[in-house]
């Protein structure tokens, strides 16, 4: 049977260069058997959570007979809010949950901010990451779609105030009403109200922390510097034809940082790749995964 776990402890750790990075104990969802041997981790996207992968982790479970872990980044979901949010800290939140399940390895499958999650910790700690799938999100270039569309919402999520508000129906309800009035579609209203619900201080409200993502939105919407480093395992970059994350003159790039990287499009699926054709990324991803 699934299980949720949810931790609320903030931890402080030192890193090489004696910069202090907090890392917080993420929530997360095991899918499958109790096997913890090279699991399959999954990291979401910006504003997303692990029920975003609710179905397709049950079907890579199916279809790997592997034990697949969803997480919910900090700042999102049932994970811990906090005053930063960056890449490396994002990376060490993933590890540090290794370490507290006594994993020593595991597939990775990141989705946009998930994905370049993914690769620092590939880059940064390659001895844990056994493969990685990068969905729709490139370490060399930034779509300007990113740049210009997600601070709109932000700063539109930031415009509501639920005061008053202690029934999530109610909010939903209330923000779809003022969401719709900024002619966003519908899709991405509906993306947008799955982050209504109880946040961490028992209101209701956005379960993201808004503050904090639009204050970090540079850090999110860039990708670290990792010259020097690479990542020796098989790497596989999944975007969506129909989305600009990933062009493919980026590839010379990726090549540096991922020698073994390959790169594939799903014709006619968007950012949301998974979402957009869920048969072809379950096939192309698990037959990746599956690779000896």
């Not at 509501?160 to 109610?170: A, E, L, R, Y």
Request: a positive charge; glycine letters at 6%.
């Amino acid at each position: 049977m699934p299980y949720r776990k949810k931790l609320r402890l903030l931890l402080n750790i030192q890193s090489k260069n004696n910069f202090i990075r907090s890392v917080v104990n993420l929530a997360y969802r095991v899918h499958g058997k109790q096997d913890l041997d090279n699991p399959i981790i999954i990291l979401h996207g910006l504003l997303g959570s692990k029920r975003n992968w609710e179905s397709m982790s049950k079907k890579i479970v199916h279809v790997t007979n592997k034990t697949v872990i969803a997480v919910d980044a900090r700042n999102h979901g049932d994970s811990p809010h906090h005053h930063s949010h960056t890449y490396p800290e994002l990376a060490l939140d993933v590890k540090h949950l290794m370490d507290s399940l006594s994993i020593k390895k595991a597939d990775i499958i990141g989705h946009s901010m998930g994905g370049r999650t993914g690769m620092v910790l590939a880059l940064t700690e390659p001895a844990i990451v056994s493969k990685l799938v990068v969905v729709d999100i490139s370490p060399i270039s930034t779509a300007g779609i990113l740049n210009d569309f997600i601070p709109n919402v932000l700063k539109t999520m930031k415009s509501i105030s639920f005061d008053g508000i202690d029934d999530v129906n109610k909010a939903k309800a209330y923000a779809k009403k003022l969401l719709q009035s900024k002619s966003l579609n519908a899709d991405t209203i509906g993306f947008i109200l799955m982050n209504i619900g109880v946040t961490p201080y028992k209101t209701v409200g956005w379960s993201c922390n808004v503050e904090v993502l639009s204050k970090h939105f540079t850090d999110i919407a860039t990708f670290p510097n990792m010259s020097g480093k690479k990542f020796p395992g098989l790497t596989l970059f999944l975007g969506g034809g129909e989305s600009p994350y990933i062009p493919h003159e980026d590839m010379k790039g990726i090549k540096t940082l991922f020698p073994k990287a390959e790169l594939k499009y799903i014709e006619d699926a968007g950012h949301n790749v998974h979402a957009d054709s869920p048969t072809e990324f379950l096939q192309i991803v698990t037959r990746f995964l599956l690779l000896n």
